[in-house]
T-cell receptor, first 111, second 114 residues
């Protein structure tokens, strides 16, 4: 069945270090979305990527969609304690217009 | 704009009891979703509504879970009877257009079955 895997599952970084999470889909995706979920909170939409090879930036966050549209990455430059949370990628479920969420990467930032 | 409203925020029940969750999506959002999020995992779709019709309920355990969206606005999700493995956060989300826009999630209902 459809799978969306993220690595690493957990990441601890010192405040100020960079962080990257990778998302790999078993199927080609028409688009990919990224969400952030703070501890005890709910997922919050960050961004959507649609084009092959697309790169988008939001302040310290850089999102990339792979050329084959089967993988994506989120890079955070100079992490801050406010970046703490779990980052999920999500792609359209095969044959449907709803989202299939990845396994998530939990980021801990050590002050 | 107001967000997605969910209630209750927390619920503790014994196994074999029944429970219901309520969701009020963002005004104008035709698409409504219920997701189940087990601790440490990503959200898993239970059911998707477009207005008051079901679009996808392929992963809904229909022997114990039911959902409805009367009048195409509010929605309720029910579990009867509950099992221990139903302990999870139940997230409601809505979207203006699932193809071009992200979801807006509610705060969720944390269910504990004991």
């Amino acid at each position: 069945g459809q799978q969306v895997m993220q690595i690493p599952q957990y990441q601890h970084v010192q405040e100020g270090e960079d962080f990257t999470t990778y998302c790999n889909s078993s199927t080609t995706l028409s688009n990919i979305q990224w969400y952030k979920q703070r501890p005890g909170g709910h997922p919050v939409f960050l961004i959507q990527l649609v084009k092959s090879g697309e790169v988008k930036k939001q302040k310290r966050l850089t999102f990339q969609f792979g050329e084959a549209k089967k993988n994506s990455s989120l890079h955070i430059t100079a992490t801050q304690t406010t970046d703490v949370g779990t980052y999920f990628c999500a792609g359209p479920k095969t044959g449907a217009n709803n989202l299939f969420f990845g396994t998530g990467t939990r980021l801990t930032v050590i002050p | 704009e107001a967000g997605v409203a969910q209630s209750p925020r927390y619920k503790i029940i014994e196994k074999r009891q029944s429970v219901a969750f309520w969701c009020n999506p963002i005004s104008g959002h035709a698409t409504l979703y219920w997701y189940q999020q087990i601790l440490g995992q990503g959200p898993k779709l239970l059911i998707q509504f477009q207005n008051n019709g079901v679009v996808d309920d392929s992963q809904l355990p229909k022997d114990r879970f039911s959902a409805e969206r009367l009048k195409g606005v509010d929605s309720t999700l029910k579990i009867q009877p509950a099992k221990l493995e139903d302990s999870a956060v139940y997230l409601c989300a809505s979207s203006l257009d699932p193809v071009h826009y992200g979801y807006t999630f509610g705060s969720g209902t944390r269910l504990t079955v004991v």
